[in-house]
Nanobody, 121 residues
Framework: QVQLVESGGGLVQPGGSLRLSCAPSENIFIINAMGWYRRAPGKQRTLVATITSSGSTNYADSMKGRFTISRDNAKNTVYLQMTSLNVEDTAVYSC???????????????WGQGTQVTVSS
């Protein structure tokens, strides 16, 4: 069973930075879009940023200028560089990918289990 494996969460002070990473647990035939979503305490999951296989990006308005999504297609890895973090950024951040795991399999959505990001002094 293919899984998305995230890393890089943790505790950071306001104004600090963190970098999240996510990659599939095994080789994948094709990875189309990848992205990050987050769920703050007591709230619904919301978009953070997405990136296509060609590198086109899309950000939620509140993340523009502070967060940067990127991917390394050779490593099948997506990154989220977060800067100027504030307490409102505290959430579980989940990785997303639209992937074909094999040549004849249909594209499917995959989600990581999530990594906690806590911004606190």
């Amino acid at each position: 069973q293919v899984q998305l494996v995230e890393s890089g969460g943790g505790l950071v002070q306001p104004g600090g930075s963190l970098r999240l990473s996510c990659a599939p647990s095994e080789n994948i035939f094709i990875i189309n879009a990848m992205g990050w979503y987050r769920r703050a305490p007591g709230k619904q999951r919301t978009l953070v940023a997405t990136i296509t296989s060609s590198g086109s990006t899309n950000y939620a308005d509140s993340m523009k200028g502070r967060f940067t999504i990127s991917r390394d297609n050779a490593k099948n890895t997506v990154y989220l560089q977060m800067t100027s973090l504030n307490v409102e950024d505290t959430a579980v951040y989940s990785c997303y990918a639209l992937m074909k795991v094999a040549p004849f399999s249909p594209p499917r959505d995959f989600w990581g289990q999530g990594t906690q990001v806590t911004v606190s002094s």
